[in-house]
């Protein structure tokens, strides 16, 4: 059966816009004729008026011919005719109401143009308008998948006549043949419906209530029944076979049950404390819970002033002997030991005499050898030393005296390890110029004093010329013998005869060894 065909066999009739170009038109017509349909030269009364969307004789055509009185009558663009070939069926014109075509309006959340294009043309091949405003429209198309469709629903779910849909929605709609908007589901907003009974408290329910309390707080001063927590807790027991009954209310009409009934819960949790007789703090009621273990506690050692620690030996000044507590006196030894002299004079031996006293046996010790006296004072010191665990980590309580190992000794202020403050008094040295810095060094390597080299210094103004100058003067003043043997090593000086001398010359005066 051709596809421009009604259910009677006849040729369904299409009328064409007069200013489409000839080619479309001719085209148009033989594809019309060879599908089974006729074109009118006249717009009928049933049928189709194909047209150019946008254009001024489209919108001539819908205001003249569009009637509720004629609702065969559908307007859609030439295309339509293509695109009934290509799906091989008659597409239905469902995107109408009343007589109008629907009003809709296609989101830029839909963000692929091309998809917004192919969504127009099939939404106007089925009878409806894409070209409408979000405000104006209908329906309102968006992507399901961004933030922007929940916005829309949320601003348009109190006007009943704008849908809100999912671009999907358009195809579900061609494929099934007529318009199913997305149906409202209810939601429970919670509450009692009305008419509705709810579960009343009963003897038993205040009864087990009373009971709970009592074993959780038995003693009112305490504190707590009306806090949330107690009856929290009291749920979270309806997996308990004993405490199915707490499933009968929420936690919150629990709490509202004794909150407006105290005075007289009150009196028959009393009753049942009476009858238990339990004690403040027993295991099992509320806000007691187990005390944590304790840590094992560390044994603190007193500090020795001189030795330091004295079961653990740590590097430092109070853990070397030092050199005084030791003092051995070097003896006196009775030799003659030749004079010393420069660094190029020839070795000089030391001769001892043979009646020299030993060494050791002059030794002095001031103080006993280690392992000896003081393991005598360990032991004797060992129970002051180690503290008792008990004493040890004792903390201060109110206004009481802080514990003894907080209290700090008065010698421990003045003890070898304490470090001293720099003063703030003291002013630090400026760093010296290069040239006072050399000439000090060639003082301090030659042995002269300042003064001396930077006098000789300020007169040649060379620092290595300077520095040669009191080298060699060292060396002469090595080189020199003791004033003790220079009346029996140093020849004698003499006046040496005066040389004759031409007229007009200084006379010369020298002296030489005889």
Not at 64 to 91: H, I, N, Q, T
Request: charged share 25%.
């Amino acid at each position: 059966m051709p596809i421009f065909q009604d259910a009677n066999g006849l040729a369904i009739k299409f009328f064409i816009q007069k200013d489409i170009p000839q080619e479309i038109q001719a085209e148009v017509c033989e594809t019309i004729a060879a599908l089974g349909g006729r074109v009118e030269p006249k717009v009928p009364r049933a049928g189709f008026v194909l047209t150019q969307p946008g254009t001024t004789e489209e919108e001539r055509l819908r205001q003249c011919w569009s009637s509720a009185d004629r609702p065969d009558r559908f307007f859609v663009p030439y295309s339509y005719v293509e695109a009934c070939k290509v799906s091989g069926m008659l597409l239905k014109q469902i995107f109408v109401h009343e007589g109008q075509p629907i009003r809709m309006h296609i989101d830029s959340s839909i963000a692929n143009v091309n998809v917004r294009a192919a969504l127009a043309t099939r939404i106007m091949h089925s009878g409806g308008d894409p070209t409408a405003s979000a405000q104006s429209a209908r329906v309102i198309l968006a992507d399901p998948n961004t933030e922007i469709f929940q916005h829309l629903v949320k601003t348009y779910q109190g006007e009943p006549d704008k849908y809100v849909e999912s671009y999907l929605w358009v195809k579900k709609c061609i494929e099934k043949g007529q318009v199913i908007y997305t149906p409202v589901v209810y939601k429970n907003p919670g509450g009692r419906r009305p008419g509705e009974e709810r579960t009343q408290f009963t003897e038993q329910d205040e009864e087990h209530l009373c009971n709970w309390i009592a074993a959780k707080i038995p003693y009112k001063e305490t504190g707590g029944r009306t806090g949330n927590r107690l009856y929290q807790q009291l749920c979270e027991m309806a997996n308990d076979p004993e405490y199915a009954w707490v499933t009968r209310h929420t936690w919150q009409s629990w709490r509202e049950r004794y909150k407006k009934n105290a005075t007289r819960l009150d009196t028959k949790i009393a009753q049942i404390v009476d009858q238990k007789k339990p004690a403040h703090g027993e295991k099992g009621q509320y806000g007691y819970v187990r005390k944590p273990e304790e840590k094992p506690k560390r044994v603190r050692r007193k500090r020795n002033a001189t030795n330091g620690d004295v079961d653990s030996p740590v590097a430092g000044p109070s853990s070397v002997h030092s050199m005084e507590t030791y003092s051995v006196p070097m003896p006196a030894l009775t030799g003659v030991i030749g004079s010393v002299g420069g660094p190029n004079d020839a070795f000089s031996s030391v001769v001892y005499s043979a009646a020299a006293t030993p060494v050791f046996q002059q030794m002095s010790m001031s103080a006993p050898l280690p392992g000896q006296g003081d393991v005598v004072a360990v032991h004797q010191n060992a129970q002051e030393e180690e503290m008792e665990d008990d004493e040890e980590w004792q903390i201060r309580e109110g206004n009481a005296p802080a514990p003894a190992w907080a209290k700090r000794k008065a010698d421990d202020d003045e003890g070898p390890n304490k470090r001293l403050r720099p003063s703030p008094t003291e002013p630090s040295e400026p760093p010296l110029h290069p040239i006072d810095q050399a000439v000090r060094d060639i003082a301090i390597e030659f042995r002269f004093t300042v003064e001396e080299v930077q006098e000789y210094y300020d007169k040649c103004g060379d620092p290595e010329r300077t520095k040669n100058r009191f080298k060699k003067m060292r060396d002469v003043l090595n080189a020199l013998k003791d004033d003790d043997n220079d009346s029996a090593n140093t020849p004698a000086l003499v006046p040496a005869p005066i040389p004759r001398t031409a007229p007009g010359d200084a006379p010369v005066a020298a002296s030489i060894p005889i």
